[in-house]
């Protein structure tokens, strides 16, 4: 089963994914994304470390995350949240990797598994179109990994204000 959350940036989508998996009843597995590169950040990531207790195992990888999830595909008595899938393509982008072969590999790796999947993602396209290339690459390159993942997920789910709308599923 793969569950996909989208939403703007403090739109509860975290907390939303980390509420679903914490009534699976399976073990849990967060996959971090993030690295803490300045206080802000750091303080961040404390804070996501709190909310979701010790019943969690963290594994911070800002790269490969297809791999993590493909040593955890033995067992369906795993959950595994991705969180996010935004911070991963930026680190992409930051280590100029080539976006369309780790996409692959992640959408393989998702299709193999046995494990549960919750991925969250930032939903960056639905503002104003960005005024440098960069940014605009990061949306589109955004916008085509988000079609993928929702292509292959079994439920997708949209948070705004904290309120989880499904979308698909």
Same mark, same amino acid.
């Given at each position: 089963?793969?569950?996909?959350?989208?939403? *703007? &940036?403090?739109?509860?989508? /975290? &907390?939303? &994914?980390? /509420?679903?998996?914490?009534?699976?009843?399976?073990?849990?597995?967060?996959?971090?994304?993030?690295?803490?590169?300045?206080?802000?950040?750091? $303080?961040?990531?404390?804070?996501?470390?709190?909310?979701?207790?010790?019943?969690?195992?963290? =594994?911070?990888?800002?790269?490969?995350? %297809?791999?993590?999830?493909?040593?955890? $595909?033995?067992?369906?008595?795993?959950?595994?949240?991705?969180?996010?899938?935004?911070?991963?393509?930026?680190?992409?982008?930051?280590?100029?990797?080539?976006? *369309?072969?780790?996409?692959?590999?992640?959408?393989?790796?998702?299709?193999?598994?046995?494990?549960?999947?919750?991925?969250? /993602?930032? $939903?960056?396209?639905?503002? =104003?179109?960005?005024?440098?290339?960069?940014?605009?690459?990061?949306?589109?390159?955004? *916008?085509?990994?988000?079609?993928?993942?929702?292509?292959? %997920?079994?439920?997708?789910?949209?948070?705004? &204000?904290? =309120?989880?709308?499904?979308?698909?599923?």
């Amino acid at each position: 089963m793969i569950n996909f959350v989208l939403g *703007g &940036a403090r739109s509860g989508k /975290s &907390a939303y &994914a980390e /509420s679903v998996a914490n009534t699976s009843g399976c073990e849990l597995i967060y996959i971090a994304t993030a690295s803490a590169g300045d206080s802000e950040m750091s $303080e961040r990531i404390k804070k996501h470390k709190e909310r979701r207790g010790v019943n969690w195992q963290t =594994i911070e990888e800002e790269i490969d995350i %297809s791999a993590i999830i493909q040593q955890q $595909e033995t067992s369906n008595q795993k959950l595994i949240l991705v969180d996010c899938l935004t911070l991963w393509l930026s680190n992409l982008l930051h280590y100029n990797l080539d976006i *369309g072969e780790e996409t692959q590999k992640l959408l393989c790796a998702l299709k193999k598994t046995t494990a549960e999947i919750i991925l969250v /993602s930032n $939903e960056v396209g639905q503002g =104003i179109i960005p005024d440098n290339v960069l940014a605009r690459k990061f949306v589109d390159e955004a *916008g085509i990994l988000h079609q993928k993942i929702a292509a292959i %997920s079994d439920n997708v789910i949209f948070v705004t &204000a904290g =309120i989880p709308t499904k979308i698909k599923g």
